[in-house]
């Protein structure tokens, strides 16, 4: 997930993950509630989203190490019957703010994509979609190094039983996987494709007219390289004679005029995203696709989050440069570029309008993390 209107980020570096999680970084009280001046009407949002979270927290390990599932327990009850009406003292009453890190924050903007898709290969629908495939494991113990979070790499067990890396995206789009009975649907334009994954989640409009949604359901281990920053170094991004503007327009424009190079430029990538079919759960149109909890998101209150340093279902309040993005919000997904204390996605929905606020979101400011009360006194000893 990244902003799609500007693909080429800033140079910008926000509390860079040297720590592994937001204990292990450092933690601090952050004012109280009532001083945030909390929206009746984004706080509504943010309850129902809250509320929708919770079951999800009840069972969730969190990887910040700020919560245990039992700390969520009575906001949830009083969530249930809370009237929306007064959803601003909901979380004045059960929540306290602290601040990760030095708080400051960087905000782009995601959206639910809509590109050319069947689910049964058709003429012009050629381009597989893939479902996780069952021989993409972690290793095991001693087989593989283990990654710098302390997880085991993601790969395969060639025939021998050797621990390998698994198929980059070359090799993927190649046919590596092909004749496996893995495709779940056919896209119309790979490039196209591409960019739905870096997205995490979107919908196949068939000829036919109907609607299938798909969202992550894993992705091979390889890291993201975003294609724009690669254009970029090689001086093809800008405004002079055979440049191109730094968006996701500009550079499937130099994809289709250079059909050759364009394909090179996304094999960068080797990071490839697998999916699952998710029109049964979230086939209503007003809602979000599925995200990183398994429950719809909700445009204008869904953050992705770095759940190493924020929990996921947890409020978040932002205050930063631009005032669409500020307020309070709920951290309910999680995106392969979305890494480092108070690093977030702001989820905008489908259509053309989300698609030009996220394309063109890039905030900075100070971010607060609303706990369930009595935590920080257990996390930072006072």
């Not at 007219?209 to 992705?219: C, L």
């Not at 724009?228 to 996701?248: D, F």
């Not at 698609?355 to 000893?381: D, T």
Request: charged letters at 15%; aromatic letters at 8%.
């Amino acid at each position: 997930m990244s902003a799609c209107g500007h693909v080429v980020p800033p140079t910008i570096q926000v509390n860079p993950p040297v720590a592994t999680n937001a204990v292990r970084l450092s933690v601090q009280h952050g004012p109280a509630v009532a001083a945030l001046s909390l929206t009746p009407f984004a706080a509504s949002a943010a309850l129902k989203a809250f509320l929708a979270s919770c079951p999800r927290l009840a069972l969730r390990t969190d990887a910040s190490g700020l919560t245990m599932p039992q700390d969520w327990a009575p906001a949830c009850r009083a969530a249930v019957t809370w009237p929306q009406g007064d959803a601003p003292g909901f979380f004045n009453a059960w929540f306290e703010t602290a601040q990760v890190g030095s708080g400051a924050t960087y905000v782009t903007g995601y959206f639910e994509p809509e590109i050319a898709g069947s689910r049964v290969p058709l003429p012009g629908y050629t381009v597989p979609v893939y479902r996780l495939p069952p021989d993409l494991v972690r290793a095991k113990p001693g087989d593989a190094p283990p990654n710098p979070d302390g997880h085991q790499p993601l790969g395969r067990y060639d025939a021998n039983g050797l621990f390998v890396p698994y198929w980059d995206r070359a090799q993927i789009e190649a046919g590596a996987l092909a004749g496996r009975g893995l495709e779940i649907a056919y896209a119309a334009d790979p490039a196209e494709l591409f960019f739905l994954q870096v997205q995490g989640s979107g919908r196949l409009r068939a000829p036919d007219g109907t609607i299938m949604r798909i969202g992550y359901a894993g992705e091979n281990g390889y890291a993201y390289t975003g294609i724009g920053s690669v254009m970029n170094a090689q001086g093809l991004i800008g405004t002079g004679p055979g440049q191109y503007p730094g968006s996701m327009q500009g550079i499937l424009r130099y994809i289709r005029e250079n059909p050759e190079q364009g394909q090179a430029l996304m094999d960068q990538n080797r990071s490839y995203i697998f999916f699952r079919d998710t029109t049964a759960i979230a086939g209503d149109p007003t809602t979000g696709p599925v995200g990183a909890m398994s429950i719809p998101v909700t445009p204008r209150v869904t953050l992705a989050a770095d759940p190493a340093f924020v929990p996921l279902g947890a409020p978040v309040f932002l205050t930063t440069d631009r005032a669409e993005v500020g307020g309070l919000w709920i951290a309910q997904d999680t995106g392969g570029a979305i890494k480092g204390a108070n690093r977030f996605d702001s989820f905008w929905g489908a259509g053309a309008d989300a698609r030009r606020i996220a394309g063109g979101m890039s905030a900075r400011g100070q971010a607060l993390i609303l706990l369930p009360r009595g935590v920080l006194a257990r996390v930072i000893g006072r």
